[in-house]
């Protein structure tokens, strides 16, 4: 079994700063894309920003230019900085992996149970 266990999250003022942070844990042979999403009441869920285990990044375009997601492979863990925070940044925020418990095993997505973001003077 895998469980990704956020933390990081909580209230802060607009143009203020927060760090999320996802730790990875169980049978773990490898983890492919690792990922940050969000998702209001009665909105899409939408992508933050993701990560593959070689580096690349794609983020999506409301924080591009303010947030920068990275990892750490040896610690299964991804970090999100998350910078010039605005009202509208306010939401749930679900860490995502793609892991593979053995070498031969297909990927398996993987969520956490979401960190709460609020952003508010």
């Known amino acids: 079994q895998v469980q990704l266990v956020e933390s990081g999250g909580g209230l802060v003022q607009p143009g203020g700063s927060l760090r999320l942070s996802c730790a990875a844990s169980?049978?773990?042979?490898?983890?492919?894309?690792m990922g940050w999403y969000r998702q209001a009441p009665g909105k899409q869920r939408e992508l933050v920003a993701s990560?593959?285990?070689?580096?690349?990044?794609n983020y999506g375009d409301s924080v591009k230019g303010r947030f920068t997601i990275s990892r750490d492979n040896a610690k299964n863990t991804v970090y999100l900085q998350m910078n010039t925070l605005k009202p509208e940044d306010t939401d749930v925020y679900h860490c995502?992996?793609?892991?593979?418990?053995?070498?031969?095993?297909?990927?398996?997505?993987?969520w956490g149970q979401g960190t709460l973001v609020t952003v508010s003077s």
């Open positions: 990560i593959t285990s070689g580096g690349n990044t």
């Open positions: 995502n992996a793609e892991v593979r418990r053995r070498w031969y095993s297909p990927v398996l997505e993987v």
């Open positions: 169980g049978s773990i042979f490898s983890i492919d894309r």
